[in-house]
C-alpha cells in the first residue's frame, strides 16, 4: 500500500507540474503576443500620422501661397484651380470659407463633395482659433475609400485669420490597412472615429458598425475605446482577448487591434505528445528514486548509527540555508546601494565611475558617451581594459594605497580602439575601501575658447538659457584658431585642441503638431527639456547650442564618425524614453539627428552646419528618430 500511495503522489506531482508549465508557457506566449502587438499598432499609427500630416502640409503650402485678393473674387479662384495641372488633381475638391459665413466650393465635374454639419463646424472652428482640423466625411455609396475633410487657415501679411482652406481627400481603404492586416480569424485591424464609428475594417463587413456591435462580450471594456486614448500604443488583456490601441493626434481617430489568443494558449489545445511523454518519462524517475529512497530509510543497513547521524545532516542543512538567506539579503543590501549611488550620479551631470573589487559597478552615460561604449549589449569594461597602458593602472593603484587619491592625466582605450588622453581624479570612499571613485575629463576641455565680444547675454537664447546660433557659430569659430595655433606651434594632438571632430546637428519632430494638439507652453517645456538632455549627455566631450526652433547643435572635436554616430543613438533613445504626460494622456517624443565629419583645417563652420543640417533631413526623410551621416561639401579653393 505504501508504494501505490507513493506513485499516486508521484502523479498528482506530475500534474501539478504540468499545469504549472502550461501557466508559464502561455504567459509567455502572451507576453510575446502583446510586445509585437503593441509594435504592429504602433508603426501603423506612425503610418496613418505620417498620410495625413503630408496632406495637410501640402494643403497648408497651398493656402499660404494663395493672395486673400482671390477671397473676393470666387470666379478667378475657381478658374486657377481649374486650369491644367492644378491643385484639384492633388485633392478631389476644394472649400473656401470666410468669416462672414460664405462658402465656395470648387472641384471638377460632378467630383464636388458637399461639407456636412460636422465638416462645417471644423471650418468655424479653424476660422476662430487658428487650427487645423480634420474630420471624417461619410458617404454611404463609397465602400472602398475613406473620405476626410482637411482644413487650415488662411492669413493675412500680419497674421489674421482672413479665411479657411479645406479639401476633401479620397483614401483608399486597402492602403489605409498595415500590411500585417491579414485575413486572419483571430485578429482584427480597425479604424475607429472619434464617435465609436468604425471606420475602417480589415474585414470589410464590419465597416459602418458602431462599437456597441462589436462587444464580443466585453461591452464596458470597449465602450472605453470610444475615449481618446495616449499617443503610445496601449495593450489591455480582457481573458484570451489581446486588445492593443493609440491614438492620433491629429484627427482625433484611434488604431485599434484586437486578438483571440486561443488558438495560441496551451490551456485550451493541451500540452503536446512530447510533453507529456517527458513528464511520463519524468514521473517514472521521481517513483522509483522515491521507492528507493524509501526501501533505503526502512531497511536495516549495516553500520547506521541511530538517529544522531540524520540529526547532523539536518543541523548542515539548516546551516546551508542560513548562508543562503544570509547572501540573498547581502546582494539585495548591495543592490540597494548601487541604486543609491546611481541616483547621486545622475544628479551631477559628469563622467564618473564606480570600480568595487577590480570591476566597473556603476556609470553615469557621460562615461559611455566619451569612451563610445553605448548599447544595453556592450559588455561593462574592467579597468584593466581601459587602461591603454597596464604599468599605468599599476602606477595608479599604487598611488591610490599610499596616499589614498591620484590625480592626473592618464590614457584610456575607446570601444573603437583609439587611443584618448584624459584628466583624471580618483580617490578611495572612507566608507568603502575596496571600492574606487573616478572622474574623468578631457584636458582640452579646460580650455577656454575665445570670449564672446560685447554683452554675453545678448549670446544666450531666452527659451532655454542655452548657448544660441551666434554663440554656437563663435565657437566653432574659436575652435578653427585653436587648432590651428596647435598646429602653428607643433602642439601634439592628445594634448592640444583636436584638429579633426563631428558636428551634431539634432531636430525635435512634430513640433508643430504638439503645438497643434496641446498648447504652445507644452512645446517650450519639451524643446527645455529636450535642450537639457542633450546637454547632459554631451557636456564631457562637446559644446551644446539651441541654433532656433527645435533645431539643436553639438561640437564633437575630438571624436569618430562611428563614436559620434554612438552619440547621436543615444540621444535618440534618451529622448524616446522621455514620455511628457499632458491633459492625463502620455505623449511620445523623437528627435531626428544628422552628423557630419569635420576637418577644422579643411571646412568653414558655415559648410559643416549646412551639411549636418542636411543630414538631419535625410533622418526625417527616412521616418524620424534615427541618425543620418552626411558629408560636407569642400570648395576647391579651400583644397589648394
Not at 447 to 469: I, K, Q
Request: charged fraction near 15%; proline fraction near 5%; aromatic fraction near 6%.
Amino acid at each position: 500500500m505504501t508504494l501505490v500511495a507513493q506513485v499516486v503522489l508521484v502523479l498528482a506531482a506530475m500534474l501539478l507540474c504540468a499545469l504549472g508549465l502550461v501557466r508559464v508557457l502561455d504567459a509567455r506566449t502572451q507576453e510575446r503576443l502583446a510586445a509585437h502587438q503593441t509594435q504592429d499598432a504602433d508603426l501603423w499609427a506612425r503610418m496613418l500620422t505620417a498620410r495625413m500630416e503630408t496632406h495637410q502640409r501640402l494643403l497648408t503650402a497651398i493656402a499660404e501661397g494663395m493672395h486673400t485678393s482671390l477671397l473676393d473674387n470666387p470666379a478667378v479662384l475657381d478658374a486657377l484651380m481649374q486650369q491644367d495641372g492644378s491643385m484639384l488633381r492633388i485633392f478631389d475638391s476644394l472649400h473656401v470659407a470666410l468669416p462672414a459665413g460664405g462658402l465656395t466650393h470648387h472641384g471638377a465635374v460632378g467630383a464636388v463633395t458637399e461639407i456636412d454639419s460636422q465638416g462645417l463646424d471644423g471650418l468655424r472652428r479653424t476660422i476662430s482659433e487658428g487650427k487645423p482640423f480634420v474630420t471624417h466625411v461619410p458617404v454611404l455609396d463609397d465602400s472602398q475609400h475613406l473620405q476626410v475633410l482637411l482644413s487650415v487657415p488662411m492669413r493675412r501679411e500680419d497674421g489674421q485669420v482672413s479665411g479657411a482652406l479645406a479639401a476633401i481627400v479620397k483614401l483608399p481603404l486597402a492602403a489605409l490597412m498595415p500590411d500585417t492586416a491579414a485575413p486572419l480569424p483571430n485578429v482584427q485591424y480597425m479604424l475607429i472615429g472619434n464617435d465609436g464609428l468604425v471606420l475602417a475594417h480589415s474585414d470589410a463587413m464590419q465597416r459602418g458598425k458602431n462599437l456597441n456591435d462589436l462587444a464580443l462580450g466585453h461591452e464596458k471594456a470597449w465602450l472605453a475605446l470610444s475615449n481618446p486614448s495616449a499617443a503610445n500604443a496601449d495593450t489591455q488583456q480582457w481573458g484570451h482577448f489581446l486588445v492593443s490601441r493609440v491614438g492620433l493626434p491629429l484627427p482625433q481617430w484611434q488604431v485599434v487591434i484586437w486578438r483571440d489568443t486561443s488558438a495560441d494558449l496551451l490551456v485550451d489545445q493541451g500540452l503536446p505528445v512530447r510533453v507529456w511523454a517527458a513528464l511520463g518519462a519524468a514521473a517514472a524517475l521521481l517513483s522509483l528514486l522515491a521507492t528507493a529512497l524509501l526501501w533505503g530509510w526502512l531497511a536495516p543497513w549495516p553500520g547506521r548509527g541511530g538517529g544522531a547521524q540524520p540529526a547532523a545532516h539536518g543541523q548542515e542543512a539548516a546551516a546551508q540555508e542560513v548562508q543562503k538567506t544570509q547572501a540573498a539579503l547581502d546582494y539585495a543590501q548591495r543592490l540597494s546601494l548601487q541604486a543609491g549611488a546611481m541616483a547621486m550620479f545622475e544628479a551631477v551631470p559628469s563622467a564618473m565611475l564606480l570600480e568595487h573589487e577590480g570591476r566597473i559597478t556603476l556609470a553615469t552615460p557621460q562615461v559611455a558617451v566619451m569612451l563610445g561604449y553605448f548599447g544595453v549589449e556592450t559588455a561593462q569594461p574592467t579597468m584593466e581594459q581601459l587602461f591603454d597602458s597596464q604599468a599605468a593602472l599599476e602606477v595608479v593603484r599604487h598611488t591610490l594605497v599610499d596616499l589614498g587619491s591620484f590625480e592626473g592625466a592618464v590614457q584610456l582605450r575607446k570601444k573603437d580602439g583609439d587611443v584618448v588622453l584624459v584628466d583624471a581624479l580618483a580617490w578611495i570612499p572612507s566608507q568603502l575601501s575596496s571600492a574606487t571613485v573616478w572622474r574623468l575629463q578631457l584636458p582640452w576641455r579646460l580650455r577656454s575658447s575665445l570670449p564672446l565680444p560685447d554683452n554675453e547675454s545678448a549670446w544666450r537664447d531666452d527659451l532655454t538659457g542655452m548657448p544660441n546660433r551666434d554663440a554656437f557659430m563663435w565657437e566653432l569659430q574659436s575652435w578653427v584658431t585653436d587648432s590651428l595655433h596647435s598646429e602653428n606651434t607643433g602642439h601634439h594632438l592628445s594634448i592640444g585642441m583636436p584638429t579633426q571632430g563631428c558636428l551634431l546637428f539634432a531636430d525635435l519632430d512634430h513640433l508643430g503638431m504638439m503645438n497643434a494638439t496641446t498648447s504652445r507652453d507644452m512645446g517650450n517645456k519639451m524643446l527645455r527639456h529636450v535642450g537639457r538632455l542633450i546637454a547632459s549627455y554631451t557636456q564631457p566631450v562637446g559644446n551644446v547650442a539651441r541654433l532656433g526652433g527645435d533645431e539643436f547643435a553639438v561640437l564633437l572635436p575630438g571624436i569618430s564618425l562611428a563614436h559620434a554616430q554612438g552619440v547621436g543613438q543615444a540621444l535618440c533613445d534618451a529622448v524616446w524614453r522621455w514620455q511628457p504626460s499632458w491633459g492625463g494622456e502620455r505623449h511620445w517624443v523623437s528627435i531626428s539627428v544628422g552628423i557630419v565629419a569635420m576637418d577644422a583645417l579643411r571646412h568653414t563652420p558655415q559648410q559643416a552646419v549646412r551639411a549636418a543640417d542636411m543630414a538631419c533631413y535625410e533622418a526625417k526623410r527616412r521616418g524620424r528618430c534615427q541618425v543620418a551621416v552626411g558629408q560636407i561639401a569642400v570648395q576647391p579653393s579651400l583644397e589648394t
